[in-house]
């Protein structure tokens, strides 16, 4: 690369935060509301009908321009939606609720990114709200940070949730023990969609989240199927288990704390029991053009949600899976051809039997 290509791409980021917050706006005041109801509208009445001055619409309206998102009529003056015209509005309402998250939980957090590496914490979540700790404890306490980070992660599991479940075996009538499994969905998405006579599910998580599990198994008709057990993934495992799921939660740590994770279900599980990964994951080769998932998640995890962590490639989990004693009987990535539009997150799915 030259030192021109280099500073051009020094530039784009530079004009990052800017163009993502410019184009968030105009959607957040409803300038493109306006445009999609009610056509070619001059800056003089969109301004007047989002409550703002026309100065300022014309000066928000150059980027979705320039990008073709929106038309303008030099001659007459009036906007128009361009592309967006042509693209469903359910996908651009789901991009939508991501770009919420970001700018809610990622944009302040991570101007303290450099600190969060130095210390191992999550120093914007202490800087801003006081809290010490990660991220998903902050939730917790913090209603716009769980509106709109929890919003989007029920849109993200209820979505892939349905295809790793679709390729994963779950034997009839098994006991199966879900990692980490928060507050009961992915138990009650596990016995729905694995249902088998006999077939119990577990979830395993902190002591304080019973409550609210076992009031969600009765909620949706799985009590009898379905078990809370209390406890700390990184003391002990509960044994008992036929198969163990991690799904969201290995990339949250460094690679120490994985192998604990690992090295716990491992032991809790009998010769021949299965564990089956969901997680998030990195390409092969990290140069190419469509790894957006490479310029996200670094900052998020280190920056904004634990001070530590991040997906893996998928040699890199199978490698650490072989290493912890497990032979790896599938891995499957998810084809980008047939992910929802817009989305970047690449995810991918382990399935390993423990050796005798």
Same mark, same amino acid.
């Given at each position: ?113 450099? &600190? /969060? =590496?130095? !210390? #191992?914490?999550? $120093?914007? @979540?202490? +800087? ?106 990184? &003391? /002990? =495992?509960? !044994? #008992?288990?036929? $198969?163990? @799921?991690? +799904? ?109």
């Amino acid at each position: 690369m030259t030192a021109d290509l280099t500073f051009e791409r020094f530039r784009d980021y530079m004009v990052g935060p800017a163009r993502f917050m410019n184009l968030l706006s105009v959607f957040e005041l409803g300038l493109i509301d306006e445009l999609r109801e009610h056509g070619a509208l001059t800056a003089a009445q969109l301004g007047a009908a989002v409550g703002t001055r026309p100065d300022a619409v014309e000066q928000l309206l150059l980027l979705p321009v320039k990008e073709g998102f929106v038309a303008h009529d030099e001659a007459s003056g009036r906007y128009s939606l361009d592309s967006l015209a042509r693209v469903d509005q359910a996908d651009v309402q789901r991009l939508l609720t991501l770009m919420n998250m970001i700018k809610v939980v990622m944009l302040r957090q991570v101007f303290y990114l450099t &600190e /969060s =590496v130095q !210390t #191992g914490t999550v $120093v914007g @979540l202490e +800087k801003l709200y006081g809290y010490q700790g990660n991220l998903y404890g902050a939730v917790a306490e913090h209603k716009d940070l769980r509106e709109s980070w929890a919003t989007l992660m029920d849109n993200v599991t209820e979505y892939i949730d349905t295809w790793f479940f679709a390729n994963v075996d779950i034997p009839a009538g098994s006991r199966v023990l879900d990692v980490a499994g928060n507050t009961g969905l992915g138990a009650i998405l596990t016995y729905r969609r694995k249902e088998s006579p006999g077939l119990h599910v577990t979830t395993f998580d902190l002591p304080e989240k019973e409550s609210e599990c076992l009031e969600n198994f009765r909620a949706h008709g799985v009590a009898e199927h379905c078990s809370f057990i209390g406890g700390d993934v990184f &003391e /002990s =495992v509960p !044994t #008992g288990f036929d $198969v163990a @799921l991690v +799904k969201h939660f290995l990339d949250m740590f460094d690679k120490d704390q994985v192998f604990k994770i690992l090295r716990g279900v491992h032991g809790a599980l009998p010769a021949g029991g299965q564990v089956h990964i969901l997680v998030p994951v990195y390409p092969e080769d990290v140069k190419g053009d469509d790894n957006v998932d490479i310029d996200f998640f670094p900052a998020f995890f280190l920056g904004c949600t634990m001070g530590q962590g991040g997906p893996q490639k998928m040699s890199t989990y199978r490698a650490w899976l072989e290493e912890c004693g497990f032979e790896v009987t599938r891995t499957l990535t998810q084809d980008r051809a047939t992910m929802p539009p817009g989305t970047f997150v690449v995810h991918g799915i382990l399935s390993a039997t423990k050796t005798a």
